[in-house]
């Protein structure tokens, strides 16, 4: 096996593995979700076209009844792969009202899909008869292009195929060398820039392979010129693959790794919140459970339930403040300070301890009174307020009772009062 073939296995593999991966979300997604469906329709296409192209499907097809059978199967699913691309084009950028200005790329993009709709058909139509008409398949091939160099009929039928890729690619590169300009998220940038490079790949591949075929026709070229040729063009096309479909990946593992930091941020926030909602049961919208049954509430989106988690301890926050001495905030400063010099840990240990106390005076039976101050807080966003808490409740599982009842004696004592936890 020849480092190439390898390669066309390892690639194939990889169009594969995104294809499964993204057939859940295809399949049994929103119905209106089109995009999801055009972007699975063009790996599923591509993923079937590379696995013909593999050293033991290729020969196994060309060497059936059929000779070359693996030729015309890759371009029959590569030509639905590409019209997939083409609609996925369109899905993006979603719909505009009757009345009202389309954006030209936008009235662009439909103009080719609604043409290359019926050009896939025509294509398709067109190279099944060339192949069983035009094509020498006397001998089966092992490397269509450099085996029938030089003979008119196999260059007409892939001449055929490389202008319906090669105007693909070229639509492509420059739709998505636009939305690579006007993207936003980084991440987004990244996939639309490599997918863009691979459409380029795919318009260089396509004219390099157009030009070597007719070329041939005039000046037949030497059997080690021509595998060599196609062996370097076939190469280029594997790493066009490789940045498709890595690069149409990259903003589902941008969101993979927002869902990773939500379940994680789950996980650490779920003891704060749990203890807060046990002691004021009516504020969550459902009764606090354990860890396990939370995370496995797939009725709602991990990212609201941070939100309402995140809400939900500011909100008892607010009312521990009735039950906390006046100088709370004070003595779990002071009690921060001798545990940590470093200003984000102390920070987080301040809120820890004063939320710790509080909850032990109010559950030691103090009365309700004015608010008690609180450390203020900082955060910028909400992606900040969840951070912040996520220290809080990390520092917040460190705190031991008898530290938090020695905080609430401290802050009773500045206070001028007699100690609530006495009775606990």
Known sequence: MTPLDLAGYLTAVLMTVVALWRMPAALWGDEEDRRRRALW????????????????????????AVTDLAVLIKHYTATVA?????????????????????????????????????????????????FFTVVDRSQPSDRFVSDHAGEWGATLYMSVFYLYLGAASAVCAFQWAL??????????????????????????????RTLFLWISVAERPGETFALRFDQVTEAAQLVLFAFFA??????AFAAGARRARLWRAQVRLHGLWYELMAAFPDQPFDPPASLGRELTRFN????LRVDRWAADIADAVEKLRHYAPEGLLAAARRAAGRDTAEPVRAE??????????????????????????????QAAD????????????????TVREERA?????DAATTDGEPSVCGGV
């Open 179 to 208: 939305a690579t300009a006007d993207a936003r998220r980084r991440h987004l940038r990244i996939g639309l820039g490599m997918m863009t490079f691979a459409m380029f790949i795919g318009v260089g591949y396509t004219v390099s």
């Open 300 to 303: 709602v989106p991990a990212d």
């Open 246 to 251: 890595l690069g149409a990946s990259v903003p």
């Open 41 to 64: 329709g063009c790996y599923a296409g591509f993923a079937v076209a590379l696995w013909t192209k593999t050293e033991v499907v290729r020969i196994g097809l060309n060497n059936s």
């Open 348 to 377: 987080a240990l301040t809120d820890a301890y004063w939320t710790r106390a509080a909850l032990l005076a109010m559950a030691s039976g103090a009365p309700a009174r004015g608010a008690a101050p609180v450390a203020a807080q």
């Open 82 to 130: 590409i019209l997939a691309i083409l609609s996925y084009i369109v899905a993006i950028y979603g719909s505009y009202p009757e009345e009202g200005a389309v954006p030209r790329h936008v009235r662009f993009a439909r103009f080719v899909q609604h043409v290359a709709a019926k050009a896939s058909v025509a294509t398709l139509i067109l190279l099944t008869v060339l």
């Open 382 to 397: 909400q992606d900040g307020e969840v951070a912040r808490l996520v220290r809080v409740a990390s520092a917040y599982r």
């Open 405 to 409: 009842r020695a905080v609430l004696a």
